[in-house]
T-cell receptor, first 114, second 109 residues
């Protein structure tokens, strides 16, 4: 049981390049999330999904796109990377949104944009 | 606006007790979470409070006062492995999690 798996773990991009972060979960969770974590700030929600084929914007969605074609996968895309997108990105999943929706996080993807 | 406040850093001694406070102002309340995050790793769930009072789980306890918008995480018998950041998060009226910036706990021998 792997839980939540993110790839890649590290990536360096040049400004203007594009890339996709992959997230896979094997817990049959309905909900999946992409967060970014920056020094001195709380986790900020980028986009989330409440089920296969559905996505929604979070707190900081600009510059990112997502897709959830399969229940177990949630992809985060950067179409034209900017230095402000240098961050650690965490994917998470949870079985439901009401009550104690405990999130299970992936190990994180550290992205540097030069 | 919505806001979660917790101290940036705390230091404690191995074997001692430490209390990490969290105050919040959110639009609605559907529970408060504490997560632990070791450096370079993912956050992991510690506790959940939705009713006032103290929840005890081994060496860790979490307290909630909804009327005061206040919670604390109490860690007893501190061990070196407890050195980590502790994240407070509140589920708001839309069940979205609002996160504090985290408290870095340093344990000294």
């Amino acid at each position: 049981n792997a839980g939540v798996t993110q790839t890649p773990k590290f990536r360096v991009l040049k400004t203007g390049q594009s890339m996709t972060l992959l997230c896979a979960q094997d817990m049959n969770h309905e909900y999946m999330y992409w967060y970014r974590q920056d020094p001195g700030m709380g986790l900020r929600l980028i986009h989330y999904s409440v089920g296969e084929g559905t996505t929604a914007k979070g707190e900081v969605p600009d510059g990112y796109n997502v897709s959830r074609l399969k229940k177990q996968n949630f992809l985060l895309g950067l179409e034209s990377a900017a230095p402000s997108q240098t961050s650690v990105y965490f994917c998470a999943s949870s079985p439901r949104v009401t009550g104690a929706n405990v999130l299970t996080f992936g190990a994180g993807s550290r992205l540097t944009v030069l | 606006g919505q806001n979660i406040d917790q101290p940036t850093e705390m230091t404690a001694t191995e074997g001692a007790i430490v209390q990490i406070n969290c105050t919040y102002q959110t639009s609605g309340f559907n529970g408060l979470f504490w997560y632990q995050q070791h450096a370079g790793e993912a956050p992991t769930f510690l506790s959940y409070n939705v009713l006032d009072g103290l929840e005890e789980k081994g060496r860790f306890s979490s307290f909630l006062s909804r009327s005061k918008g206040y919670s604390y995480l109490l860690l007893k018998e501190l061990q070196m492995k407890d050195s980590a950041s502790y994240l407070c998060a509140v589920s708001d009226s839309n069940y979205q999690l609002i996160w504090g910036a985290g408290t870095k706990l340093i344990i000294k021998p």
